[in-house]
T-cell receptor
Framework: QKEVEQDPGPLSVPEGAIVSLNCTYSNSAFQYFMWYRQYSRKGPELLMYTYSSGNKEDGRFTAQVDKSSKYISLFIRDSQPSDSATYLCAMSAGNFNKFYFGSGTKLNVKP | DVKVTQSSRYLVKRTGEKVFLECVQDMDHENMFWYRQDPGLGLRLIYF???????EKGDIPEGYSVSREKKERFSLILESASTNQTSMYLCASRRTSHEQFFGPGTRLTVL
């Protein structure tokens, strides 16, 4: 069983839609949760970071962690064509030299 | 503006060749990483380095070696390239926090 599971998509939505991206994990020791965005032919860039449980909001993006269910989500409000990318979740138990990445969900926002 | 650069965007090599992938960061970061990214498998850690001349194996070090002679430069070496090493290779660096900064990636094809 993989440590981190993520639906690969692709997910196609119309512009303005609310997007929900999710990851599940099996290791209850994970405490640090990250979402990376990767545009085509580019390296991933950090989008959101959350420690432990709860929500974090940054503009149109909200990261949510439910440790009891071992489930994390990224919500994108008012999605834009420029949000079209692959979104990777990543998590760590505290050793920042060891991250566990999901396989990524490809998102396409249609104008 | 932080920057991680990789020597090549695309590389084609033949089976059995020795391959060098170079990564340079300009952020004075102590920690540097090499990942490979494959569809459905996400990012997998090959090696990381926490200081000059210091290295540790990641999850999939077989068939690879690394070199870090200067703080800003981290090289990945494929001693004898094989077709199953065809992949996207991503370099990253970080200082003390959780955030890793990624390079644009090198897409390596081994024929």
């Amino acid at each position: 069983q993989k440590e981190v599971e993520q639906d690969p998509g692709p997910l196609s939505v119309p512009e303005g839609a609310i997007v929900s991206l999710n990851c599940t994990y099996s290791n209850s020791a994970f405490q640090y949760f990250m979402w990376y965005r990767q545009y085509s032919r580019k390296g991933p860039e950090l989008l959101m970071y959350t420690y432990s449980s709860g929500n974090k909001e940054d503009g149109r993006f909200t990261a949510q962690v439910d440790k009891s269910s071992k489930y994390i989500s990224l919500f994108i409000r008012d999605s834009q064509p420029s949000d079209s990318a692959t979104y990777l979740c990543a998590m760590s138990a505290g050793n920042f030299n060891k991250f566990y990445f999901g396989s990524g969900t490809k998102l396409n926002v249609k104008p | 503006d932080v920057k991680v650069t990789q020597s090549s965007r695309y590389l084609v090599k033949r089976t059995g060749e020795k391959v060098f992938l170079e990564c340079v960061q300009d952020m004075d970061h102590e920690n540097m990483f090499w990942y490979r990214q494959d569809p459905g498998l996400g990012l997998r850690l090959i090696y990381f380095s926490y200081d000059v001349k210091m290295k540790e194996k990641g999850d999939i070090p077989e068939g690879y070696s690394v070199s870090r002679e200067k703080k800003e430069r981290f090289s990945l070496i494929l001693e004898s390239a094989s077709t199953n090493q065809t992949s996207m290779y991503l370099c990253a660096s970080r200082r003390t926090s959780h955030e890793q900064f990624f390079g644009p990636g090198t897409r390596l094809t081994v024929l």
